[in-house]
């Protein structure tokens, strides 16, 4: 039998599997689908990592690897829920936990000096940041918004914080001496062989990886920032932000830039508490005490210093000192520097814009503020919008036009910063990137300190890109925009190859263009306001940025999306959505027994993995499970069942419910396949008989603290008690 795997992950998604994958597997099981779950999650990563010393009840398998080879298969129809991409504090959160339930696997060390040290440090490097979406995405992305969705959000618009003139929020970016300025780009004429080196002053050469295999056709880029310069700019917004009397803010990607930006965001921190770290910065980093997990880990670390108390003092004054920082919980006192991975650009930046520029400060209240992306890269994007909302005022999700987006993606295309290509280099001399022959491709000379990257674009991807791009704009008519600017090194390579790949497609009546990405989202806002659409063809950092940008301020979330990844070999990956709010909704879970995430994208995704099911397999079922899909999501969306934002409103739970109501009336209505008409009758009418029972059965949990056994690695049993308290609705979706 066919299957759709749909994947076990982490946080709020979790715990709405467990209320959802129950009605998901009875319903396609009429249609002969069978959904089966890979656990894909955090701790079910580093218990694939570490089965040495696990007991054999412990152990379960890689299946991230098994994923990761099913995406390069036709076969393949992965739906893919979000997954926490872990910053070290994280990590070690989970380390803990599990150890904690009995699972004997290591720490994570920090100073790794011994041989083993370093390999068990290398086994969790694997794992943190961004480790499950390169794995995955075989195929570039087609991320939009249903017209269904984009309806509701005009009938039923979220709240849009004021703009005015006046506002003195802005970004700040280095423009030099950064990733952007320094990067250099070759395009690979055969099939080689690269290493990349570290030759210091003497001569002394240390190979920084090598083996590193190229392909014809592939876009090979190195660029480096200089901290030296890194901390000049800190130093000069930080001043800045305390004279212009706003509150200071970094935005970095900390998760996904796994190795380049937790290092940045230590800098930040350093640079923040410049005096603190002139007169105890000895102790502070002997203690490994150096910022890059940020303010909070510091704090928590001082209490094995002798004179702890004195250096929290220290960090106490020097936050009055600075300027006004940006607050993550102004109620908990927890700030932007508290944790690298409570920041992250692509969600917090256009929340930021949403809510009138502002961000909540010390005082628990909104202010205007400086918003620091130190790499001038992308940063530009988010000045045009702040730009455009001073001028004109905030958007209208009434009237505004969409930008949905195809990006480059497969095949870890432009895997920026999160890799085994990225290097913090402990002295001076030159990088290079070398080839068999010994020719030096790319060469920089650089400082101690200094963070260095390289990133590898296959060819193929790239021709798929460029490929989709035009059948987006083909099958929608929307002006369409290729966001690459000539002035870097990168993206004039990739404008190359897309003017030398366009011509293979008919593109007659099509209206496509190259714009550099600042000048790309001045265009997309001015056709916003217009009420038109523009796709955005980017790369993939820029699709991160873009597919939370824009949803956030059209439709008030980024979790309504469909999110499609047709992949190269001819399956299917379809993904559900951003998981950003996610560690919120289940702190409320567990103090309330109240669980607000929307599984919009959920229902968006399964509809599209059916259709996909269907056109692979000849099940004329499965198509009409996806059809009467997604007309329960119109309905579901219509009547607004979407999950409240407080107590004595349907949860996450109760959404799940009426959509299997919706869902199983149509299909008992449907006149395409009488025997599946004939098994969801009993169902439609027990599920409409039972409205009031099931609602209420649902609600009376909610007001109470629930334990599920953990964050990381929650009991199963307890996690399934808990989010199906209705024995009415278990009842009905059992007997089907």
């Not at 959904?35 to 999650?41: A, F």
């Not at 929307?478 to 897309?498: P, S």
């Not at 306001?529 to 597919?547: A, E, F, K, P």
């Not at 009426?658 to 009488?674: G, I, K, P, S, V």
């Amino acid at each position: 039998m066919a299957k759709i795997i749909y994947t076990h992950t982490d946080e709020a998604p979790l715990l709405a599997t467990h209320s959802l994958l129950p009605i998901i597997s009875a319903f396609a099981g009429t249609a002969g689908v069978e959904i089966e779950t890979r656990d894909i999650s955090l701790a079910g990563r580093i218990i694939a990592e570490f089965p040495q010393k696990l007991t054999d009840e412990q152990r379960i398998g890689d299946a991230l690897a098994e994923l990761g080879g099913l995406a390069t298969t036709p076969e393949a129809n992965i739906i893919k829920l979000p997954n926490i991409s872990a910053s070290v504090p994280q990590l070690k959160a989970a380390i803990a936990e599990l150890q904690a339930k009995g699972y004997d696997i290591p720490d994570y060390p920090d100073e790794a000096e011994t041989v083993e040290d370093q390999h068990t440090r290398a086994r969790y490097d694997k794992i943190k940041g961004s480790a499950v979406n390169p794995v995955l995405r075989e195929g570039n992305s087609d991320r939009r918004a249903p017209l269904s969705v984009k309806e509701y959000a005009r009938k039923n618009p979220h709240s849009m914080g004021a703009w005015t003139p006046e506002s003195k929020t802005n970004v700040a970016t280095m423009g030099q001496n950064d990733f952007f300025s320094n990067e250099k780009s070759v395009i690979i004429e055969a099939d080689d062989v690269l290493r990349i080196e570290h030759v210091n002053a003497a001569g002394d050469v240390k190979v920084l990886k090598e083996k590193l295999k190229v392909l014809p056709g592939e876009v090979v880029d190195g660029t480096f920032i200089s901290v030296a310069k890194l901390d000049e700019f800190l130093a000069a917004q930080i001043q800045r932000a305390k004279d212009e009397d706003v509150l200071f803010s970094v935005h970095l990607k900390a998760t996904m830039m796994k190795v380049s930006d937790p290092i940045i965001f230590g800098h930040v921190v350093r640079a923040f508490f410049a005096d603190v770290f002139a007169k105890y910065g000895t102790e502070l980093l002997d203690a490994g005490l150096d910022g890059n997990n940020g303010l909070g880990a510091i704090l928590d670390g001082l209490g094995e210093l002798p004179n702890g108390e004195e250096i929290r003092r220290a960090f106490e004054q020097g936050i009055k000192d600075g300027p006004r920082l940006a607050m993550v919980n102004s109620n908990k006192g927890i700030t932007n520097l508290h944790v690298p991975s409570d920041v992250i650009v692509d969600a917090s930046m256009p929340a930021m814009i949403r809510t009138s520029g502002h961000m909540w400060g010390p005082d628990g209240a909104e202010h205007d503020t400086l918003a620091v992306i130190p790499d001038s890269s992308y940063a530009g994007i988010y000045q045009a919008v702040i730009d455009d909302c001073r001028a004109n005022g905030a958007y209208d999700p009434v009237t505004m036009g969409s930008v949905p987006n195809v990006g480059l993606m497969a095949q870890k295309a432009e895997e920026y910063g999160s890799h085994d290509k990225t290097f913090e280099l402990a002295e001076a001399g030159t990088v290079r990137v070398v080839n068999q022959a010994g020719d030096v491709l790319i060469q920089h000379d650089v400082e101690a300190g200094d963070i260095w990257r390289a990133c590898q674009t296959k060819d193929i991807p790239i021709r798929d890109w460029v490929k989709l791009a035009v059948s987006r704009a083909r099958a929608t008519g929307d002006k369409t925009v290729f966001w690459l600017d000539e002035n870097r090194a990168h993206d004039a390579n990739l404008i190359a190859k897309v003017k030398a790949y366009m011509p293979e497609h008919d593109t007659t009546g099509l209206d496509i263009e190259i714009l550099a990405p600042y000048e790309a989202t001045k265009l997309s806002v001015e056709r916003i306001r217009q009420g038109l659409n523009t796709i955005s063809v980017t790369g993939n950092v820029l699709r991160d940025y873009n597919t939370d940008l824009f949803p956030i301020l059209e439709l008030g979330t980024s979790a309504k999306m469909l999110s499609i990844v047709p992949l190269l070999n001819g399956g299917g990956l379809f993904e559900t959505g951003a998981g950003g709010s996610a560690p919120k909704h289940v702190q409320q879970l567990l103090e309330e027994n109240y669980l607000r995430w929307d599984s919009l994208g959920e229902f968006l995704a399964l509809a599209a993995s059916f259709e996909h099911f269907a056109n692979v397999n000849g099940n004329d079922k499965a198509r009409v499970l996806s059809e009467t899909l997604d007309k329960a999501t119109g309905t579901f969306l219509l009547e607004n069942k979407s999950p409240g934002r407080r107590l004595g409103t349907i949860d996450n739970r109760g959404s799940h419910f009426y959509l299997a109501l919706y869902w199983a009336e149509e299909l008992a209505a449907q006149t395409a396949d009488a025997e599946l008409a004939a098994a969801f009758a009993p169902l439609a009418a027990t599920l409409r008989a039972n409205e009031q029972t099931i609602v209420d059965e649902l609600l009376a949990v909610q007001g109470t603290p629930v334990d599920i056994g953990g964050y990381y690695r929650p009991d199963e049993a307890l996690t399934y008690r808990v989010m199906r308290p209705s024995a009415t609705l278990n009842a009905a979706i059992d007997a089907l």
